[in-house]
């Protein structure tokens, strides 16, 4: 169950379709579980006061702006929370909560891990 603030957020970006996370049967909708980490962090990081969640809003939709002025609208690499990764990004570092090196740093790290099997 969401909060108030949690609602307001998700609500929030519901203004237009292009800014509207996805959804299915009325619900969001998440077809990769970094997906959903990604939106919960945003919103978690909103609510503790790094950033204002207006501020996150308006950088993902320049995103998505910035990605449709250069792919056709049809495009199939389309990526709703990719554009929501790079807002979230963008976001964090021009706050302040972590700087941009230790941000590559980071997910390069995390990209690059290694699972060992059991």
Not at 5 to 26: I, V
Not at 32 to 41: L, Y
Request: charged share 25%; net charge negative; glycine share 6%.
């Amino acid at each position: 169950m969401f909060t108030q603030f949690e609602h307001f957020a998700a609500s929030s970006l519901m203004g237009s379709p292009e800014e509207a996370p996805p959804r299915q049967d009325g619900h969001l909708h998440f077809d990769r579980d970094w997906e959903k980490s990604a939106f919960g962090v945003a919103i978690a990081l909103s609510k503790q006061g790094h950033f204002e969640w207006e501020d996150f809003r308006q950088t993902l939709m320049s995103t998505i702006a910035d990605w449709e002025a250069t792919h056709d609208l049809d495009d199939p690499e389309w990526d709703y929370y990719q554009c929501w990764l790079t807002a979230l990004e963008q976001v964090v570092v021009n706050s302040g909560v972590i700087g941009a090196g230790e941000l590559e740093r980071q997910t390069s790290q995390l990209l690059n891990c290694k699972t060992t099997g059991a």
